[in-house]
Nanobody, 115 residues
Framework: QVQLVESGGGLVQAGGSLRLSCVVS????????MGWYRQAPGKQRELVATITSGGTTDYIDSVKGRFTISRDNAKNTVYLQMNSLKPEDTAVYYCNKRAVVPWSWGQGTQVTVSS
C-alpha cells in the first residue's frame, strides 16, 4: 500500500516562497517519474511539474522560472520549491507518480497566497 504524505503548505503573501515536501512510503519510487499537481476551488486537478527517474524536469508555462521540482531517492521524497508566488497559485497541492493510473491520492497540502 503506497502512502503519500505532503507537507509544507501555508499562507504566504504574494511574492513569497514555500517549499513543499512529499514522502512516499510503501514503494521504491526511484523508478517512477513523479509529479506535483494542484487543485484550486472549483477547478480540475492539474499537473504542475514533473521529474523523471533520471532527474529531467518539466513545468507548465505558468510556473516556469518560479517553481523547481527535485527529488531525493534515498529519502523517497520529492520537493517543490515555489518562489515569487502569486494569488493564482492558491490551491491544494498533491504529489503522485506521473502515470496514466496514479496511486491513491494523499491529503495534499494547502497553499494560500494573499495579494
Amino acid at each position: 500500500q503506497v502512502q503519500l504524505v505532503e507537507s509544507g503548505g501555508g499562507l504566504v503573501q504574494a511574492g513569497g516562497s514555500l517549499r513543499l515536501s512529499c514522502v512516499v512510503s510503501g514503494y521504491i519510487f526511484r523508478i517512477n517519474a513523479m509529479g506535483w499537481y494542484r487543485q484550486a476551488p472549483g477547478k480540475q486537478r492539474e499537473l504542475v511539474a514533473t521529474i523523471t527517474s533520471g532527474g529531467t524536469t518539466d513545468y507548465i508555462d505558468s510556473v516556469k522560472g518560479r517553481f523547481t521540482i527535485s527529488r531525493d531517492n534515498a529519502k523517497n521524497t520529492v520537493y517543490l520549491q515555489m518562489n515569487s508566488l502569486k494569488p493564482e497559485d492558491t490551491a491544494v497541492y498533491y504529489c503522485n507518480k506521473r502515470a496514466v493510473v496514479p496511486w491513491s491520492w494523499g491529503q495534499g497540502t494547502q497553499v494560500t497566497v494573499s495579494s
